[in-house]
């Protein structure tokens, strides 16, 4: 079953923050991040597995709570490079494959 | 370091032809994965191969197979082609057969006519 993400769309200032919500209805094992600008293909930005510690990737960072089971990404003095959509994956059990969540569209504006 | 490489990278197909699509992985990337990806929608898993295993298969039916090669490259074969199959075509490489880091290729993308 897909998670589910909050916001659909964001649209930030340079410098601004900005939080995208990743849920699910079933236990969960890692969740994964990454990002996909237009026309390219995703690119990884950290997992976080159960019982794990909360990741960092320069200005991004992001949250695993297991008994809400959600994440959530946090960037964090938003850069233009920053612009794309974030996509949330999820497995519950080793070996069988991500479900990816429907995506958030980031846009940084100058 | 090449990344992992898809070709060919556009097609159109009718429907009820069949469609292979080729996958090379990362250099040392024993494990290939397949994801469908719809215009709008996040990527849906297919299958994962590691070792020439499949370890892993998505909600696709059997019309859609895979298989990896001892290089560990992979190719993934669509029967019977549907418009609803028109979608982007990702294909994931990573060093370990649980579900770490992908990297992922630039896509196939399939038109069906």
């Known amino acids: 079953q897909q998670p589910v993400q909050s916001p659909q769309a964001v649209i930030l200032r340079e410098g601004e923050d900005a939080v995208i919500n990743c849920s699910s209805s079933?236990?969960?094992?890692?969740v994964h991040w990454y990002r996909q600008k237009h026309g390219e293909a995703p690119v990884f930005l950290m997992i976080?597995?159960?019982?794990?510690e909360q990741k960092g990737h320069e200005k991004i960072s992001a949250s695993f709570n297991e008994k809400k089971q959600q994440s959530s990404l946090y960037l964090t003095a938003s850069q233009l490079s920053y612009s794309g959509t974030y996509f949330c994956?999820?497995?519950?059990?080793?070996?069988?494959?991500?479900?990816f969540g429907a995506g958030t569209t980031v846009t940084v504006r100058a | 370091d090449a990344g992992v490489t898809q070709s060919p990278t556009h097609l159109i197909k009718t429907r009820g032809q069949h469609v292979t699509l080729r996958c090379s992985p990362i250099?040392?990337?024993?494990?290939v994965s397949w994801y469908q990806q719809v215009l709008g929608q996040g990527p849906q898993f297919i299958f994962q191969?590691?070792?020439?295993?499949?370890?892993g298969r998505g909600n696709f039916p059997d019309r859609f197979s895979a298989r990896q090669f001892p290089n560990y490259s992979s190719e993934l074969n669509v029967n019977a082609l549907l418009l609803g199959d028109s979608a982007l075509y990702l294909c994931?490489?990573?060093?370990?057969?649980?579900?770490?880091?992908?990297?992922f290729g630039e896509g196939s993308r399939l038109t069906v006519l």
């Open positions: 994931a490489s990573s060093l370990r057969d649980d579900t770490g880091e992908l990297f």
């Open positions: 079933k236990a969960l094992y890692s």
């Open positions: 976080l597995l159960k019982g794990g």
């Open positions: 994956g999820t497995s519950k059990l080793v070996r069988i494959g991500l479900s």
């Open positions: 250099s040392g990337h024993k494990s």
């Open positions: 191969y590691y070792e020439k295993e499949e370890r």
